[in-house]
DNA sequence: GCTCTGTTTGTTTTT
DNA sequence: CAAACAGAGC
């Protein structure tokens, strides 16, 4: 029997070697649109088809949870066409709808439930939920498995607490916000408190340590995790205890990373662990039924400040690789066929990012035909933008009837961008969906309901406990709550188990005692039966004997209304949850819940007008795309003006922009804008003047791209250079003490600092901080 | 113990 | 121009 392998017949060679790559480190250095997920997909296809390779062996890490999804459902539908085929003889559609759906419910019970398919986040927190209660940190703190995972907003109330109260700081030289900022980066570089001390001895970094110190404290006490550590810990986990690793060693015998450009370094030092069993000699490495199969593209790297790091791609042939020279290399293949966007509009992607210096050198190559100019308009406020594109979006579909709604997208660079957008979509009655900003779980209502239910998962989550204590109000004011917290602290244990316990209740609550009583009788009561119910029996419990429902109703306020109605979106999700998963439980739903993602909500087929950052539409593509906003201070955002890596980032995030773009692409500008409740005078994107001019399209003819004299943030000189950094010139020869003998590309200097960009030798173009890199000159 | 209101403060991007 | 917060009044 020869095995039907229908799916490589749709591959050009690039694909194709890809996806037949079996054993070993493979990079896929994929261009935007270049059928990566394609790639992906087929290839876990082609292992368990061809290969025979068990799907619980194998490890798929993909950015978002949207794209999870839609690839466990393209590997579903794929396996059943290829069964379907091979035992019928005949394609899937022509199966009975009943035929369809068992076979998909058969392909789903083999192979798409037993892929572990899922974000870093969401398959470490599987990870963490079966062998957390074997990790113990440098300070000997444990957790359990029922952890909670802290929200972005509980974390930040946490640190500004042990900030001001604990620790007395001055909270403008120590704001929570670049506390947890330092905290995050820590995490994501693998750092303890105890190895941040290390590093950072100078005395703010020893108060951040202290302050790291304690926030873990606090997590361990709450039994909870954040999002850093849900990567953190399986990575400490591994290096401690080799019987944990090999365990999971064993399990993942194939593992894939997309977007491979945007891990950070605690997500390398994850897969890496993984891979390779912790076997730092690689002479010692055994690819026998193994694989590391990485797909990204450095020119789409814009996550960098979230510690994303894409010198990690670009060292994978130093790493995994043989390392030799792109033409003889058998361990990178590069995808640069382009199927997604029209010529003019890769041409001008192409001549944008070619203003980077630090990149693998990569084309876009045009596979369909030139399509139209690029549209451009400059408007004299954000307002008219809108206006704008609303009017150009309602023409175009008036002539063009194959379109509809979800064909057009509009992306910015911030999310307060989209209001004037929304304010005309709404006046024109077009439908459209809004991705990010307000997240559904950030209401009031959804985070006071999640809180219930955390506390009953995990009754040791303080910080959810003392959510809902007061909520609705029971009578249970500021006072009694310090009072127990301080008799929890004296004692050292969970403020639940103070409050669980009816006499001491009595004798710290007084007037309160009776509805505390209550209260941790209900929850009590459901955390009981956490095995025998549902999670959305659980809930729909808890909100109805709380009182919540109950409030709401009374308030009969047309917010009080919205309330309720979000509550009964909420069991809804978990009813959706339950149904989606075998995993029925309240952990189950609350783990999944804290790693949904606004992206998720994004249905194809929906037809609706997109609107959203251009970190949201990473992946995405669109027939016509409207790339707004394109000012100096916007984008490239004003924050990264003089520092010519961030500068080469904010391309790079441009640059994903114009490569969404299907079949045409808009770009605007506002003369004028609102910034912080003042107009402001913007002048014209840098980027705008780096695309091929020929190709812009104002609609009347005359270009109006020029931008005013004497704004140029970043000085790119070569000669005479009015301060120092002379002593650095294009041209020049130097050596490094890694990198080895390169030459100087360019100079620039933002500010006091100054960063050098060398073409190496052997390594191709990096940016470098003369100060720190120890450069030499030669002559 | 709870609510209202004036003041302050701050905006990149997100799993 | 928000949202978030602190302090005063009920």
Redesign the pocket.
């Known amino acids: 029997m020869t095995t039907n392998l229908d799916y490589l017949r749709q591959l050009n060679p690039s694909q194709r070697s890809a996806v037949e790559h079996f054993c070993g480190p493979l990079l896929v250095v994929a261009g935007a649109g270049s059928g990566k997920t394609r790639a992906l997909t087929y290839r876990i296809i082609h292992l368990i088809r061809y290969h025979k390779v068990d799907p619980e062996n194998i490890l798929a890490v993909t ?3 949207k794209a999870a999804r839609e690839m466990k459902l393209r590997i579903e539908r794929t396996f059943a066409g290829e069964i379907c085929q091979e035992k019928h003889e005949k394609p899937f559609e022509a199966l009975k709808e009943s035929e369809q759906k068992s076979l998909l419910s058969q392909v789903y019970r083999c192979v798409t439930k037993k892929l572990w398919i ?5 398959l470490c927190s599987r990870i963490l939920r079966y062998d957390i209660g074997k990790y113990r940190d440098e300070k000997g703190r444990t957790w359990r498995s029922n952890f909670s995972i802290m929200d ?2 509980d974390v ?2 946490l640190l ?1 607490n042990i900030v ?1 109260k604990q620790f007395n700081l001055d909270e ?1 030289k120590f ?1 929570a ?1 670049s506390i947890r900022y330092s905290i ?1 980066n820590a995490k994501n570089l693998g750092l303890s408190p105890d190895d941040y001390l290390k590093e950072h001895s100078y005395p703010k970094g020893r108060i951040i340590a202290e302050v790291y110190q304690e926030y873990q404290n606090q997590l361990c006490a709450n039994n909870a995790v954040d ?2 550590d849900l ?1 953190l810990i399986p990575v400490r986990l591994f290096q401690q205890n080799e019987s944990v690793l090999g365990y999971w060693h064993n399990q993942f015998k194939h593992i894939l990373v997309d977007e491979y450009q945007d891990t950070n370094q605690i997500q390398y030092d994850l897969i890496r662990l993984l891979g390779t069993n912790g076997e730092t000699d690689r002479t010692q490495w055994d690819w026998r039924n193994r694989s590391i199969f990485v797909v990204g593209d450095a020119d789409q790297s ?5 510690m994303a790091d894409f010198t990690i791609l670009l060292n994978f042939q130093k790493d995994f690789g043989d390392g030799l020279p792109d033409a003889d290399t058998r361990t990178m293949v590069k995808l640069e066929e382009n199927y997604r966007s029209r010529e003019n509009i890769l041409e001008a992607a192409n001549k944008l990012i070619e203003n980077n210096t630090q990149r693998i050198d990569k084309v876009l190559k045009a596979t369909r035909g030139s399509g139209d100019t690029i549209g451009f308009k400059v408007t004299r406020d954000e307002q008219e933008e809108a206006e704008f594109v609303v009017s150009k979006i309602k023409e175009i579909k008036r002539n063009n009837p194959e379109l509809n709604w979800g064909s057009f997208a509009i992306l910015y ?5 989209s ?1 004037p957008f929304e304010d005309v979509l709404i006046k024109s009655t077009i439908p459209y969906t809004i ?5 559904f779980y950030d209401r009031q209502e959804i985070k006071d309901a999640v809180a219930y239910l955390r506390v009953i998962a995990n009754p040791a989550d303080t910080v959810s406990l003392l959510r809902v204590i ?1 909520t609705p ?10 009072n127990l917290l301080k008799a929890s602290q004296e004692l050292s244990i969970p403020l639940w188990e103070i409050i669980s316990d009816e006499t001491s209740v009595n004798t710290i609550a007084g ?2 005692a009776k509805s505390l009583n209550e209260f941790s009788k209900l929850l009590q009561d459901l955390h009981g039966k956490i095995e025998e119910l549902s999670a959305s029996e659980i809930l729909t419990e808890v909100m109805e004997s709380s009182g919540y429902i109950e409030e709401l109703r009374l308030q009969g306020t047309e917010e009080a209304d919205n309330r309720l109605e979000n509550i009964f979106e909420l069991s809804n999700a978990v009813l959706q949850y339950q149904e989606d998963n075998e995993d029925i439980t309240l952990q189950g739903f609350l783990s999944s819940a804290s ?6 909500n994004l249905k194809e087929g929906e037809e609706r007008v997109s609107l ?5 539409a990473k992946g995405l593509e669109f027939p016509i795309v409207y790339l707004v906003g394109l000012e100096q201070g916007l984008l490239p ?1 004003s ?2 003006l003089n520092d010519p890596l ?1 500068l080469e ?2 391309r790079r ?1 441009c640059y994903v922009g114009v490569t969404r773009a299907q079949e045409q692409l808009f770009l605007t500008y506002a003369k004028e804008r ?5 107009r402001e005078t913007k002048i014209p994107s840098q980027f705008l003047e780096e695309l091929p001019q020929e190709l812009l399209d104002t609609g009347r003819g005359k270009q109006t791209t020029k931008r005013s004299t004497g704004s140029k943030i970043v000085a790119v000189k070569s000669k005479s250079a009015p301060n120092d950094s002379k002593e650095w010139e294009v041209g020049d020869r130097v050596l490094h003490p890694t990198f080895g003998e390169g030459k100087i590309t360019n100079v620039f200097e933002g500010g006091r600092r100054i960063s050098i960009a060398v073409k190496f030798d052997a390594l191709g173009n990096k940016i470098l901080d003369p100060v720190i890199a120890k450069l030499q000159k030669l002559n």
């Not at 814009?302 to 979230?306: A, G, L």
């Not at 660079?413 to 961008?417: D, E, F, P, V």
């Not at 991705?435 to 997240?439: A, I, Y």
């Open positions: 950015f978002t949870n899922g974000t870093f986040h969401g972005e907003s930040q109330s500004k001001t403008k704001d916000r995050s999002f850093d990567i814009i996550y960098s400040f979230r660079r911030i999310n307060s961008q209001r991705v990010g900003g307000f997240k007061n109000r029971r009578g249970i004011g500021k006072t009694t709550i310090e007037r309160a790693l949904a993602s606004d992206l998720d959203m950052t251009l970190h949201s955002h924050r990264s961030s980032e904010e995030l609102y910034v912080w409740g003042n």
